[in-house]
């Protein structure tokens, strides 16, 4: 049974694909993935239950994948083109594919363990990534094996510890940073409450208030952070901002970040 966060979060990702069938069937199909579900279930119980980190599970995922569709569509209005759309070898759409295919599958890693989850990721999801493409464009190998290829680059370089090269997979990179509001800390912070090694991703995280992605004014992206204390910087500085140094899209983002009431921060 999903939970009213997830259908709240697949419901914007719909309204956000209006205007992409092709991508908008590839949702509806994986939303009513009954192995992917359990997949992204599964590891979210070993993310928060035995390993006592965030979220990792199907509320993350599909954050991620909003994201990233909402900052691609903003590049599009802003008339940048994606790395397949320059290099004349797939549209826009293959490119929104790849990244929705990644966002919903860039943790299923977490089902093991934490340590290599992204390599781990890429195992997990080539036959969800196959099946899926096979049955939206069962006709077309070049463009299922360009899509998968690309969607297994995000899906790789989603930690920044691997070089990427698309923007792309540069999108689901920022776009895993961005998912970090104190709801993704609430569950682990309720259940564990004896002081651990590595808590103050789930302290930070917890001073994120809301995340704004918007149209920019400097550059197309706009990213605002408000937060409810300093704590939240730590999230802000170790973990975005090295993903967004890490990432091909680096230059179409801006980044403003702010305790709620004071001055805003801007990093970008």
Do not use: W
Not at 24 to 30: A, C, H, I, P, Q
Not at 52 to 63: A, K, L, S
Not at 132 to 146: E, K, N, Q, Y
Request: proline share 3%; glycine share 8%.
């Amino acid at each position: 049974m999903k939970s009213v966060k997830e259908i709240s979060i697949e419901s914007k990702i719909l309204r956000r694909l209006q205007d992409n069938p092709i991508c908008l069937e590839l949702v509806n199909y994986l939303f009513a993935d009954e192995e992917l579900q359990e997949m992204q279930e599964y590891a979210n119980n070993v993310s928060i239950k035995r390993l006592g980190f965030n979220d990792h599970g199907p509320v993350h995922m599909r954050q991620v994948a909003g994201n990233a569709i909402k900052m691609l569509n903003i590049l599009k209005d802003c008339g940048i083109k994606t790395s397949l759309e320059e290099e004349e070898i797939g549209t826009f759409d293959d490119s929104m594919c790849a990244v929705i295919l990644a966002g919903l599958m860039h943790d299923l890693g977490m089902m093991i363990g934490r340590q290599g989850h992204e390599e781990m990721s890429v195992i997990l999801a080539q036959p969800l990534i196959e099946r899926a493409l096979m049955h939206i464009m069962p006709g077309d190998l070049r463009r299922r094996t360009v899509i998968k290829s690309l969607a297994t680059e995000a899906i790789v370089g989603h930690m920044s510890s691997r070089k990427i090269h698309s923007i792309e997979a540069g999108i689901i990179l920022i776009a895993d940073g961005c998912d970090m509001t104190k709801g993704r800390a609430r569950i682990p912070m309720a259940i564990n409450t004896t002081p651990r090694v590595g808590d103050i991703h789930k302290y930070s995280a917890n001073a994120i208030n809301r995340i704004g992605i918007h149209h920019g004014e400097k550059k197309p992206i706009k990213i605002e952070i408000e937060m409810s204390g300093d704590v939240g910087f730590f999230q802000i500085e170790e973990v975005l901002l090295t993903k967004i140094d890490s990432s091909p899209a680096k230059k179409f983002v801006e980044l403003y970040a702010g305790v709620e009431g004071q001055e805003c921060k801007c990093y970008l």
